[in-house]
């Protein structure tokens, strides 16, 4: 099992930055390749970004690339997400995703075997 925690949501207007983070605990971590996806009200949810275990191959949406950056810290089991440039269309429950395959940087969510609960992002215009 994988325990998985997100922080750092919160309420920022457009243009503004926030970093989100996820501890893991359970595995060993630098054995999870981990994503970030969000739930905007009323949509499907959607990939924002991967990273392998070791954190040598990232994945983005095409909607963040250039404004998120996906890192990870092994030594602290914890992945982050950090959003710059933040838009309206940002606005959604960002979700903490682990996957058994520290080589494959999945987009599906049916490739991730772990969930967090989510953290709340909310961009005003």
């Known amino acids: 099992q994988v325990q998985l925690v997100e922080s750092g949501g919160g309420l920022v207007q457009a243009g503004d930055s926030l970093r989100l983070s996820c501890a893991a605990s359970?595995?060993?971590?630098?054995?999870?390749?981990m994503g970030w996806f969000r739930q905007a009200p009323g949509k499907e949810r959607e990939f924002v970004a991967a990273v392998s275990g070791s954190g040598g191959s990232r994945a983005y949406a095409d909607s963040v690339k250039g404004r998120f950056t996906i890192s990870r810290d092994n030594a602290k089991n914890t992945v982050y997400l950090q959003m710059n440039n933040l838009k309206p269309e940002d606005t959604a429950v960002y979700y903490c995703a682990a996957r058994l395959a520290p080589f494959l940087v999945g987009m599906l969510e049916n490739e991730y075997d772990y969930w967090g609960q989510g953290t709340q992002v909310t961009v005003s215009s």
């Open positions: 359970g595995r060993t971590f630098s054995r999870l390749t």
